[in-house]
């Protein structure tokens, strides 16, 4: 990978708002999630193997093209070396999911790869955010 496509990647993957390309997870709900010790399916907290962010994935596994997108860790971990398909990764992450919280609190969650959930809980919140964004910025 040349330096260009890595600082692109490293913006993508730093940023608060990227969603997980399979099942929809946000940067901030994964930062939110572990800074309170939960859910254990998303790393460690810290040391070897914690991920506190999302993951660079290789669409196809050996090539080092073109071919990435953000993925959460637990999506890239049960895809594997593309042994699952995006539909099959998506129904085991959901089932931990909806086994860990009820869909009142899963507003994220993407009804099939990359189709569905939502950035925000609601306008309200996507408001706060823009503004608080905005302020950042000045």
């Not at 997980?20 to 810290?46: D, T």
């Not at 895809?79 to 099959?88: H, V």
């Amino acid at each position: 990978m040349d330096r260009t496509t890595s600082e692109f990647w490293t913006a993508i993957l730093f940023h608060p708002n990227t969603r997980c390309a399979i099942c929809g997870l946000p940067n901030k709900m994964i930062s939110a999630y572990r800074r309170r010790g939960w859910p254990w399916f998303l790393g460690r907290r810290e040391g070897a193997g914690s991920h506190p962010r999302l993951t660079l994935d290789h669409i196809n596994p050996g090539r080092n093209a073109d071919g990435f997108r953000p993925l959460c860790i637990e999506c890239n971990r049960t895809r594997r070396a593309a042994q699952y398909t995006d539909e099959e990764v998506l129904l085991v992450v959901r089932d931990k999911w909806l086994w860990f919280s009820t869909p009142r609190f899963l507003w994220w969650l993407n009804t099939s790869p990359g189709v569905g959930g939502r950035l925000h809980r609601s306008e309200r919140c996507a408001k706060r955010d823009s503004k608080f964004a905005a302020r950042r910025l000045a």
